[in-house]
């Protein structure tokens, strides 16, 4: 730790700089600096002025207001004095009603009820809102004496003439006695002709826009004046409707209500309140209440839904604020104005001198200023003790506590605003409160983040982690086990990984931190060895690399791995591996091979008996037999020409599997396949199905056993005849795909489909699990290796109960296919 002595420490003004009393004194200062600057923010952050309008008539909390006043007096008219009577009893839906006093409760405006109906307080404005229909006018307003006017237009002329700044809404038009800002707005909103196109209108921002409401027939009533979202009211539970099956705030209507008991429990939702019932197969809705619909729509595309805009020529709206109150807030404002640019003054004279402060306490903790020591930074021995997480912990509850107190400042305004009488004394003492709690709180933190720092410069953050204590404990205690003398012993790739990461280490540690000479020289030696190590394995390694590619391309290696190598062992493992494949390879050929013979020659055999068993049922069916013994003739006829096509089916894809006795010629592939549907015709009609054919191509030559292909149409036929539903339609689709020919059928399975692509493809499975119906269950595998063996390909794609059979075969042009029948011949 000694290091030599740099020329400005002998300097007078660094030795006072340095000095432990300069330092405690700049602490001390600092924290108190900071309680200042922490107030200074939180006053600046939570004062009301609007630094961007000197006036309180331009400010956005005067706006905030009028638009609030504006759009009241606006949905008062509209909702509430439009339906009131002679003696301001409401006539509409007490919904309506309800929904209206919320709305008033919601945005904490103030009313009263009185025998005369609702009437609107406000302190802020006076106001006038009125609403004239057929020929009558009904108004609420809070100006004095004004029963003296006889008609509506009288008392505007009066409210005009007495009011400053006012605003005035009449036959839908908005005036006013200010001048316009000059500030151009656009206020978008809906009407009940443009329900998806809003509609766009534009006023001067110091101003509000005229706006509009409508109504449907649904019993929903929505107000456009201002506000940024429609205002909904409902004329009936505007939640739901159990009986209607309306979900009106949703805008939705729900029909064929569907018990617990007709849906499955497999099911699945992607979109919100829609789910698919796997078990039935069906869609379905669910509401908010947990209640199942067969069907769900949107209010406005159902065909009944009609929407009709309210006539509001007739509102009237007057307000201005009142003369004393505009008095008291343009004065509370300037105050508010004048404490920001104070605390804003107070924000950065602070925040320059705590930077400074900041840099000069960092740049000099843990310094040792004893001139007869040859350490130029250590920490005292308590600190020293004091682990680095607790100084982490206490950073982080310092910033805490900061953000905490400043976003409830209010709260804490409210508690102290009653310990004194006087509000200069109220107010003094509850700044320097905070003041002390802001530097409380900066004692803990920037001196936790003081002994952070100090514990970087003297190199002993891990050492005194106690996170880093515990590894070390379990690592000596890791090193006495088994489990560490079996991870030693570990292959060659997991060594160099972890070399290569001690390398890493190594690297980042001498980047990012100050050590001695001898220190970076023995760390460079140990990376050096490591890396020369990682460099002599790493040969090994391509070596062995090597070797799995040879074994992948079934090539004999020609290097060679000397035992002492560290990846002799995997080499002999690879040449043990290579030997049990290959011989496992050739005992499964041959095993194939076997199977196939057997299948071929037990086939062969049984077909002279089975011969001569269906010669003799034909004779038995030529004899004159009596009704029961003929009925048994039938049976064994029927039974002896399934176990012929049995055996012929078996026989079949014996030999295409054997990949002998397909013989390849040009043919045209729509043509043979015309030719195999004109040969169904009659099984077509006797089934009763309905088969839609589409050919999208008139001819498609493909090299092809004409056979084989044709076999393969008929099965994929019969198969699509015997097993669709009835009542369904089967659709054959032949189309070109770039260069290949491709035929397609699909058809609805006439039972539930339980097994996958690659089931129905194995041999003697069937759909429906069984063969009381005459089937082999080899019909589709046929299909497949018989188009493989012509060079096509064979898929099946299930999709719910849709089944659908693919043959793709590359179509040959002219010039390769008088090649290949040259060839041939």
């Known amino acids: 730790m000694a290091t030599k002595s740099r020329k400005f420490e002998q300097a007078e003004w660094f030795k006072i700089f340095s000095a432990k009393k300069m330092r405690i004194i700049a602490f001390v200062l600092a924290c108190v600096i900071a309680g200042g600057f922490c107030l200074s923010l939180v006053l600046y952050a939570n004062s009301h002025a609007d630094s961007s309008s000197k006036s309180y008539l331009k400010s956005e909390s005067y706006k905030l207001a009028s638009n609030e006043m504006y759009e009241e007096l606006c949905v008062t008219a509209s909702a509430y004095l439009r339906y009131v009577d002679e003696d301001r009893n409401y006539t509409q839906s007490r919904h309506l009603l309800n929904d209206y006093l ?24 006076d106001y006038y809102v009125g609403i004239t229909q057929n020929g009558e006018t009904r108004y609420l307003s809070n100006i004095k004496d004004i029963e003296n006017y006889d008609s509506e237009t009288d008392k505007i002329k009066a409210f005009k003439s007495s009011h400053k700044n006012y605003i005035l809404r009449r036959d839908n038009e908005v005036m006013s006695d200010r001048t316009s800002s ?30 509009g409401s409508y109504y449907d027939n649904y019993g929903r009533y929505f107000y456009n004046y201002g506000n940024y979202d429609p205002i909904a009211f409902y004329n009936v539970d505007s939640r739901y409707n159990v009986i209607k099956g309306l979900d009106l705030k949703n805008g939705l209507k729900y029909s064929d209500r569907l018990e617990d008991e007709e849906i499955g429990d497999d099911y699945d939702t992607d979109d919100g309140n829609e789910y698919y019932d796997y078990d039935n197969g069906i869609y379905y809705y669910e509401d908010d209440y947990g209640n199942t619909w067969a069907k769900c729509e949107n209010l406005y595309d159902l065909p009944d839904y009609k929407a009709t805009d ?38 950065i004279v602070f925040g320059v001198i705590e930077f400074m402060l900041v840099c000069y306490l960092l740049l000099i903790c843990a310094y040792n200023a004893e001139p007869e020591s040859v350490e130029r930074w250590k920490q005292g021995n308590f600190l020293k003790k004091v682990p680095t997480e607790v100084y982490l912990i206490l950073m982080v509850l310092a910033i805490t506590f900061a953000f905490v107190f400043g976003a409830c400042w209010n709260y804490y305004v409210s508690i102290t605003k009653n310990i004194f009488d006087n509000a200069l004394a109220n107010s003094v003492f509850r700044n320097i409160l905070a003041v002390a709690l802001f530097a409380l709180a900066y004692f803990a933190g920037f001196g936790s983040l003081m002994e952070f720092v100090g514990k970087i410069k003297t190199r002993s953050l891990f050492k005194e ?81 090597k070797q799995i590619n040879c074994l992948g391309e079934e090539k004999p290696y020609e290097g060679k791995i000397r035992k002492t190598s560290p990846v002799y062992a995997e080499s002999e493992k690879l040449n043990s591996v290579q030997d049990k494949v290959r011989e496992s390879v050739e005992q499964q050929i041959q095993s194939e091979r076997l199977k196939i013979e057997l299948v071929t020659n037990v086939s062969h055999d049984l077909k002279t008996p089975l011969t001569s068993i269906i010669s003799y049922i034909d004779l038995l069916k030529k004899m004159d037999l009596d009704d029961e013994a003929s009925s048994y003739v039938k049976i064994l006829d029927k039974k002896a020409q399934k176990l012929k096509g049995i055996v012929s089916d078996v026989f079949s894809i014996a030999k295409a599997t054997s990949g002998v006795d397909v013989n390849l010629t040009k043919l045209d592939f729509v043509m043979l396949l015309n030719q195999c549907i004109a040969d169904a015709e009659d099984k077509i009609a006797d089934s009763g199905k309905i088969v839609k054919i589409n050919i999208n191509a008139d001819s498609a030559m493909v090299m092809g056993d004409g056979d084989k292909l044709y076999r393969v149409f008929q099965n994929i036929v019969d198969n699509a005849l015997n097993h669709s539903m009835d009542g369904t339609r089967i659709f054959l689709d032949v189309y070109k795909k770039a260069d290949r020919i491709v035929f397609a059928e699909k058809n609805i399975s006439a039972t539930p489909i339980n097994f996958t692509e690659e089931e129905i493809l194995e041999r003697f499975v069937r759909g429906d699990k069984s063969r009381t ?24 794609e299930i999709d719910g109960d849709m089944f659908k059979a693919i043959v793709e075969m590359p179509i040959i042009q002219e010039d390769t296919a008088e090649k290949t029948d040259d060839k041939t011949e």
């Not at 505009?326 to 924000?347: I, P, Q, S, W």
């Not at 119906?773 to 589709?780: N, Q, R, T």
Request: hydrophobic share 40%.
């Open 465 to 545: 982690s106690l996170i880093c204590r515990s590894c070390k404990f379990l690592w000596r205690k890791y090193k006495e086990t088994s489990l560490y003398h079996y991870f030693h012993g570990l292959p060659l790739g997991v060594k160099l990984s972890i070399r290569t990461i001690a390398i890493g280490v190594i690297l980042f540690w001498e980047y990012a931190y100050y050590s001695s000479a001898e220190s970076e020289l023995f760390l460079l030696v140990v990376a050096l060895i490591l890396i020369v190590l990682d460099i002599r394995d790493f040969s090994q390694l391509s070596k062995l690399s």
């Open 102 to 125: 919320n709305y008033l409760d919601y945005n904490r405006y103030k009313y009263k009820k009185t025998e005369s109906g609702i009437q609107l307080i406000d302190s802020q404005f």
């Open 182 to 211: 000059g500030q151009i707005v656009d206020y978008y909103y809906n009407t009940a002709e443009y329900q998806d196109n809003v509609t766009e209108e534009f006023y001067a921002d110091n101003l509000v826009p005229v706006g």
């Open 310 to 347: 309210n006539d509001d020529s007739g509102i009237t709206v007057f307000f201005a604020p009142k003369a004393e109150k505009l008095t008291a807030m343009e004065k509370e404002y300037t105050e508010a104005l004048n404490d920001m640019y104070r605390a804003k003054l107070f924000v």
């Open 773 to 796: 119906d005459g089937g082999s269950g080899l019909g589709l595998s046929i299909s497949k290796s018989f188009t493989e063996a012509c060079g096509g390909i064979f898929n099946i």
